[in-house]
């Protein structure tokens, strides 16, 4: 069975600082894409980034890259220079064959100035 | 273009209510999903459609609910009788054809609406 893993409920970073959000999942599937959306106060899901299970490069959008591991199963949120604006919950995501896509149970990044 | 659109934004009703939830999704987006959130459960996908056929209704709660799709650009969520733990954030969200895992292409990017929030007194 497919599963998400986010074991950080909560999570505090200065402003202008760097903050890992950790993921793990599992699947026995081989084709499988992991997401990061990120849900602000205002409710909306906003993608942020993606990684096949296929690439061999980690994904980078901006501020946000991901860490992908896949002999750990870990897809890792990095956020570089995190903004007051990135307080929000984060979710990770998986889909597998068919877009099958199921969540994590977020991490809430609380940004201080 | 138009992103996904779902309706009602906000519902109150009473217990034993019958509760209808409408999404349109993005024209040309092959895949719809269901999902609900709750503080307690997070994200929860209750089903999804590919072409308009139900793939997966294992997350469907029990007999109260139902979702149907009967043509590409209009889908129904609905709850009868409605109880007190049926509130919650109900999202609809849609995505074009593609492969899971892929390089290129569709990747399977969830496009979300902007929920409808149930509350069942």
């Known amino acids: 069975a497919q599963k998400i893993t986010q074991t950080q409920p909560g999570m505090f970073v200065q402003e202008k600082e760097a903050v890992t959000l950790d993921c793990t999942y599992d699947t026995s599937d081989q084709s499988y894409g992991l997401f990061w959306y990120k849900q602000p106060s205002s409710g909306e899901m906003i993608f942020l980034i993606y990684q096949g299970s296929y690439d061999e490069q980690n994904a980078t959008e901006g501020r946000y890259s991901l860490n992908f591991q896949k002999a750990r199963k870990s897809a890792n949120l990095v956020i570089s220079a995190s903004q007051l604006g990135d307080s929000a919950m984060y979710f990770c995501?998986?889909?597998?064959?068919?877009?099958?896509?199921?969540f994590g149970a977020g991490t809430r990044l609380f940004v201080k100035a | 273009d138009a992103g996904v659109i779902q309706s009602p934004r906000h519902e109150v009703t009473e217990m034993g209510q019958e509760v209808t939830l409408r999404c349109k999704p993005i024209s040309g987006h092959d895949y719809l999903f269901w999902y609900r959130q709750t503080m307690m459960r997070g994200l929860e996908l209750l089903i999804y459609?590919?072409?308009?056929?139900?793939?997966?209704d294992s997350g469907m709660p029990e007999d109260r609910f139902s979702a149907k799709m009967p043509n590409a650009s209009f889908s129904t969520l609905k709850i009868q009788p409605s109880e007190p733990r049926d509130s919650a954030v109900y999202f609809c969200?849609?995505?074009?054809?593609?492969?899971?895992?892929?390089?290129?292409?569709?990747?399977?990017?969830?496009?979300f609406g902007e929920g409808s929030r149930l509350t069942v007194l």
């Open positions: 995501a998986m889909n597998t064959g068919g877009f099958k896509t199921i």
């Open positions: 459609f590919n072409n308009n056929v139900p793939i997966d």
């Open positions: 969200a849609s995505s074009p054809p593609g492969l899971a895992g892929s390089t290129r292409g569709n990747t399977g990017e969830l496009f």
